[in-house]
């Protein structure tokens, strides 16, 4: 199997040569050459595997380059019910991701697939700790070492720490803007012991640690002679590990291969909805593609309109689901690609205008970059939006109704799922975070805290371990420098 870039990059690589690596060389993002196909009878084997096992299988089609008993392994060492303890009451953990009937409703049925029930409670999870694992295995391989830099507003940074804690050949240097995050993310981090995590708790905002984070991706040679990698969204091994859920669900969710799902997905990045795309070209029979947005609605306005519209900083609103408080979707490119039928001459011109013009148009008529918009609907997305009003009512509707307590985003996934169930196909909505994380909207929708699982309960009286430093980036490379070991 091998990858080639949205915008054309020829030279082609297999999965463990882009496994380290972030952005193509021109700049675009790797896609395999072609989606890998799913058989019926394969769906049918499939259907009484463990996650890991199925893990395994769908991995197997797109990692060809490792071999096979080392890769059945990794799947082994990550998904296991050990590390995805965090299931509620009455789940079963060795499910990894337990799928919960929600709501049956003129013939419709409401599903919730828990995807959040691993070390940081989110989601990132499901990936992360692969990566950890598939980083730790490749290093090994090749004898080399790897410092992961990034900055964090919560979630992302939590899920990389938990996953690299540990590892041989790894550290982590993570930015969090000091005090702007909430006490139980802070604690989360901070509280971490393991001398390979480095906490920088920087005196500005997230923007100013996203800048720095810049900064030295620009430094090549500081980058190439510390070692410096990332894990961001754009990671393809990332986007890989997320589309054996969809898998699972579907399996979960159907007795035979004649019927359908749809997933809606609580969307930022457009990294989760992207793996379902993935999931669907490869053959997997979903129905529909829900992206829900919250305020910040750039994904929402392009499946209405075909206007892709990025917004700057001070356009984009501070929401009660942080996680989803994204302005311009660092993998939405991908889909693009697809949509254009590969077209990477075309890829590359428009997300040029993306940096020059703010957006792009593929709405046809005058002044428009393209009329693709109109034949969307082979790809079966469909979108809508949330607010925090729709947040507060949605957990308060589905604690009364069915006494499950849902985080904000995926508040925002329910909220736009029930607009788009029809009878005879399950919808599924994935269940980005538990509740724990975002405690100040569940107090302000039911008056009470949220459960937080076994372990959890006095993590902010650990002691915390981190370095306070200006929003310098001499300050923070010389601090990297001194820390890597190397
Ligand atoms: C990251 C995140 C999202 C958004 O996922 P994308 O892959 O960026 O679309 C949604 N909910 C939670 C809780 C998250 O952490």
Not at 202 to 207: A, Q
Not at 267 to 276: D, E, K, L, T, V
């Amino acid at each position: 199997m091998h990858y080639v870039s949205t915008r054309g990059h020829a030279a082609a690589q297999n999965f463990s040569e882009i496994l380290l690596g972030g952005l193509a060389p021109d700049g675009g993002l790797y896609l395999p050459e072609k989606y890998p196909q799913v058989t019926g009878a394969e769906l049918d084997q499939w259907r009484g595997l463990s996650y890991a096992d199925l893990a395994f299988e769908v991995l197997k089609k797109f990692a060809t380059d490792v071999p096979a008993a080392d890769l059945k392994a990794l799947a082994h060492k990550t998904y296991s019910a050990e590390v995805y303890r965090n299931a509620r009451a009455g789940e079963d953990a060795g499910q990894i991701t337990p799928l919960r009937l929600l709501e049956e409703k003129d013939g419709g049925k409401l599903l919730l697939q828990g995807l959040s029930n691993g070390p940081t409670l989110a989601f990132k999870d499901m990936a992360m700790q692969l990566l950890g694992n598939l980083f730790e295995y490749t290093l090994a391989k090749n004898d080399a070492k790897l410092n992961i830099f990034g900055a964090t507003s919560g979630d992302t940074g939590s899920a990389a720490e938990y996953a690299m804690r540990g590892k041989k050949g790894i550290r982590v240097f993570m930015l969090s803007p000091h005090k702007k995050m909430s006490a139980f993310q802070t604690a989360q981090m901070f509280s971490l012991q393991d001398p390979n995590i480095f906490n920088i708790a920087v005196e500005g905002v997230f923007d100013d640690c996203q800048d720095m984070v810049k900064a030295v991706s620009n430094d090549h040679a500081f980058k190439a002679s510390q070692k410096i990698g990332t894990v961001n969204s754009i990671n393809w091994a990332r986007v890989v590990a997320q589309v054996v859920y969809y898998f699972r669900g579907y399996l979960s969710a159907t007795t035979s291969n004649d019927q359908k799902v749809s997933f809606t997905v609580p969307s930022g990045n457009f990294g989760n909805i992207c793996a379902g795309h993935i999931a669907r070209m490869m053959g997997l029979p979903i129905d529909k593609l829900v992206a829900a947005t919250n305020e910040n609605d750039v994904l929402d306005e392009f499946f209405r309109t075909g206007i892709y519209r990025v917004r700057k900083s001070a356009e984009t609103y501070h929401t009660s689901s942080p996680s989803m408080d994204i302005s311009k979707a660092s993998n939405f490119e991908r889909f693009i690609h697809d949509l254009l039928d590969g077209d990477s001459e075309r890829v590359r011109a428009l997300f040029h205008k993306v940096e020059t013009a703010g957006g792009f148009s593929l709405a046809g008529g005058p002044g428009s970059d393209g009329d693709e918009f109109a034949k969307i609907g082979r790809f079966g997305f469909q979108s809508g939006k949330s607010t925090h009003q729709d947040r507060l009512a949605t957990i308060r509707d589905i604690e009364q109704r069915y006494g499950v307590t849902i985080d904000t985003h995926t508040a925002d996934g329910v909220k736009v799922a029930r607009e788009y169930m029809v009878p005879g196909v399950p919808m599924i909505v994935l269940e980005t975070a538990l509740p724990a994380k975002f405690n100040e909207t569940i107090r302000e929708a039911l008056g009470r805290d949220a459960e937080r699982p076994a372990g959890f309960e006095n993590i902010e009286a650990l002691p915390q371990r981190f370095e306070v430093m200006a929003a310098d980036v001499a300050q923070v490379k010389a601090f990297i420098a001194s820390h890597t070991g190397l």
